[in-house]
């Protein structure tokens, strides 16, 4: 039940578990894949997180934007 607790007053986990909802049922069936649970939550967070390469590329690509809207008057 404290897990549970968890899931609901974080708003990561609680979107996660509801985009997701087979977790429902493995979380009830087994309390002890919390820890599971968010090991899976933090490895897609951290897949979603650009590449700091990816990062530099959209920050040179801005400045492209604004030296081309400088350069137009």
């Known amino acids: 039940m404290e897990n549970m607790y968890k899931i609901v007053n974080t708003k990561y986990h609680r979107d996660f578990i509801r985009m997701n909802p087979f977790w429902y049922k493995e979380l009830s069936r087994d309390p002890n894949a919390y820890e599971k649970f968010v090991g899976v939550i933090d490895r897609i967070k951290k897949d979603m ?9 959209k920050h040179i690509n801005m400045a492209k934007v604004l030296i081309k809207l400088l350069g137009a008057k």
């Open 49 to 57: 997180q650009p590449s700091q390469l990816e990062r530099i590329d």
